[in-house]
């Protein structure tokens, strides 16, 4: 049987925005992402629509070698799913990115974290919000509301499996430079213990 697996990935943009989620996380990656494919040719996730403006945030695709992951540091971590549960998550962000106009960055959420208060906000996501709302087709996975989880909440998940740790520019799976954005079709993904360029 074909197994299938999401991408997940932690970074550090190293932006001052980061930096002061960082005073409070203590923690080095503080941004996370969700692609569907290992070259990750398509990462999705909640954050800023202009890359020097944080204050304008929504639905977002982000590039490997673009805006703020140029000099971005991270762990990329694979998590193997039934036939089904891909499907419903690719459905999920499908569905989500053709309504992208209407989701909001959830700033106010952040600051519910903080106080442990679960602020469930229709149509608005930061970004571990919106990873764990993905993983959540797979029903038991999590064990909080998506909107309590933090990035720190989904790498302490069960069964991740790190294939990489380093500056996300030097990401071995790549296919080359010229990626084309792809609409959910995807190849058999394999494990693959790459080196750390850290």
């Given at each position: 049987?074909?197994?299938?697996?999401v991408?997940i990935i932690?970074?550090?943009?190293?932006t001052?925005?980061?930096?002061l989620i960082?005073?409070?996380?203590?923690k080095?990656?503080?941004?996370?992402?969700?692609?569907?494919?290992?070259?990750?040719?398509?990462?999705f996730?909640?954050?800023?629509?202009?890359p020097y403006?944080?204050f304008?945030?929504?639905?977002?695709?982000?590039r490997?070698?673009?805006?703020?992951?140029?000099?971005?540091k991270?762990?990329?971590?694979?998590?193997?799913?039934?036939?089904?549960e891909?499907?419903?998550?690719q459905?999920k962000?499908?569905q989500?990115?053709?309504e992208?106009?209407?989701?909001?960055y959830?700033?106010?959420?952040?600051?519910?974290?903080?106080?442990?208060?679960?602020?469930?906000?229709?149509k608005?996501?930061?970004?571990?919000?919106?990873?764990a709302?993905?993983?959540n087709e797979k029903?038991?996975?999590?064990s909080k509301?998506?909107?309590?989880c933090?990035?720190?909440?989904?790498?302490?998940?069960?069964?991740?499996e790190l294939?990489?740790?380093?500056?996300?520019?030097y990401?071995?799976h790549?296919?080359?430079?010229?990626?084309?954005?792809d609409?959910?079709?995807?190849?058999?993904s394999?494990?693959?213990?790459?080196?750390d360029?850290?």
């Amino acid at each position: 049987m074909e197994e299938n697996k999401v991408y997940i990935i932690f970074t550090d943009t190293g932006t001052l925005f980061t930096k002061l989620i960082k005073l409070y996380t203590k923690k080095p990656l503080n941004h996370v992402s969700i692609s569907f494919d290992k070259q990750l040719t398509n990462i999705f996730s909640f954050g800023r629509k202009k890359p020097y403006n944080p204050f304008i945030g929504g639905f977002v695709r982000e590039r490997i070698a673009e805006g703020l992951f140029k000099n971005a540091k991270c762990e990329v971590y694979s998590y193997s799913l039934s036939e089904w549960e891909y499907n419903q998550m690719q459905t999920k962000v499908s569905q989500m990115e053709a309504e992208k106009e209407l989701y909001k960055y959830n700033l106010l959420g952040l600051f519910a974290i903080m106080l442990n208060y679960n602020l469930d906000r229709k149509k608005a996501f930061f970004c571990s919000e919106f990873v764990a709302t993905v993983l959540n087709e797979k029903k038991g996975l999590l064990s909080k509301s998506p909107s309590l989880c933090t990035p720190q909440d989904l790498l302490s998940m069960n069964e991740l499996e790190l294939i990489y740790k380093g500056k996300l520019i030097y990401y071995p799976h790549q296919e080359n430079e010229n990626m084309v954005e792809d609409d959910f079709h995807f190849g058999k993904s394999i494990l693959y213990k790459s080196p750390d360029f850290s």
